[in-house]
Antibody
Framework: EVQLLESEGALVQPGGSLRLSCAASGFRFSDYGMGWVRQAPGKGLEWVSDISATGSSTYYADSVKGRFTISRDNSKDTLYLQMTSLRAEDTAVYYCAKDRRYDARVAAGTSWDYWGQGTLVSVSS | DIQLTQSPSSLSASVGDTVAITCRASQTVASNLHWYQQTPGKPPKLLIY???TLQSGVPSRFSGSGSGTHFTLTVTSLQPEDFATYYCQQSSGTVFSFGAGTKVEI
C-alpha cells in the first residue's frame, strides 16, 4: 500500500524558515517523480514544486521560486521542501504527492495519483 | 504561465443528474490536462489523466474529453459521494497550475 507521511507542520514567524519532509512507502520511491501542492485555508489548490525521480531536475511555481527548495533522498525514501523567507501568504496545508508515471523522463504530463494527508504551515507573528 | 479557467464555479444538482464542468486553458496544453476530486478535509483524488483516461479504480460514470484549450469533465448519474469540489490541472511544460475549482452541491 502506497503511503506518504508528511512531517508535522508548524507556526512560523514571517521571514522564518521551515523544512517539511514526506516519508514514502509501498512503492519504489527512486522510480517516481514527486511534488508538493498547497492549499490555503478555504482556497483552491496551488502547485508549489516538483522533482524528477533522480532529483536532477526541479521545478517551482513563481510564487516560491528563490525561497523554497525541493529535494529528495532516495536512500531514505524521503522528499523534502525547505522553505525560507516565509510570508503570511505561504500559510496553507502542504501536500506531498507521487507522480502517476513510472520513470518519467519529462515534466510535461505530470499528474499525481497518491497524496499525503497534508500538514499545516502557519506563518504569523 | 498557463491559466486555467473552470466553469461554473459552483453548481447545484441532485442524485442521478448528469453534470458537466469545463476547463479552458489560456494556451494549448495538448492533452496534459487532468481532473481531481476533493472532499472537505481530504487530499485530492486523481480521476482523469491525459484529458480522457480514467484513473484505475475510478467509477466509469466519470469521463473526460477535450484537447488543446477546451476540456470537459462529465459525471453521469451523480451519486451522493460525488458531491465535492473538482479541479483541473495542467502539466504542459515545466510550470504546472490548477483551475480555481468547481463545487458540486446538492
Amino acid at each position: 500500500e502506497v503511503q506518504l507521511l508528511e512531517s508535522e507542520g508548524a507556526l512560523v514567524q514571517p521571514g522564518g524558515s521551515l523544512r517539511l519532509s514526506c516519508a514514502a512507502s509501498g512503492f519504489r520511491f527512486s522510480d517516481y517523480g514527486m511534488g508538493w501542492v498547497r492549499q490555503a485555508p478555504g482556497k483552491g489548490l496551488e502547485w508549489v514544486s516538483d522533482i524528477s525521480a533522480t532529483g536532477s531536475s526541479t521545478y517551482y511555481a513563481d510564487s516560491v521560486k528563490g525561497r523554497f527548495t525541493i529535494s529528495r533522498d532516495n536512500s531514505k525514501d524521503t522528499l523534502y521542501l525547505q522553505m525560507t523567507s516565509l510570508r503570511a501568504e505561504d500559510t496553507a496545508v502542504y501536500y506531498c504527492a507521487k507522480d502517476r508515471r513510472y520513470d518519467a523522463r519529462v515534466a510535461a504530463g505530470t499528474s499525481w495519483d497518491y497524496w499525503g494527508q497534508g500538514t499545516l504551515v502557519s506563518v504569523s507573528s | 504561465d498557463i491559466q486555467l479557467t473552470q466553469s461554473p464555479s459552483s453548481l447545484s444538482a441532485s442524485v442521478g443528474d448528469t453534470v458537466a464542468i469545463t476547463c479552458r486553458a489560456s494556451q494549448t496544453v495538448a492533452s496534459n490536462l487532468h481532473w481531481y476530486q476533493q472532499t472537505p478535509g481530504k487530499p485530492p483524488k486523481l480521476l482523469i489523466y491525459g484529458a480522457s483516461t480514467l484513473q484505475s479504480g475510478v467509477p466509469s460514470r466519470f469521463s473526460g474529453s477535450g484537447s488543446g484549450t477546451h476540456f470537459t469533465l462529465t459525471v453521469t448519474s451523480l451519486q451522493p459521494e460525488d458531491f465535492a469540489t473538482y479541479y483541473c490541472q495542467q502539466s504542459s511544460g515545466t510550470v504546472f497550475s490548477f483551475g480555481a475549482g468547481t463545487k458540486v452541491e446538492i
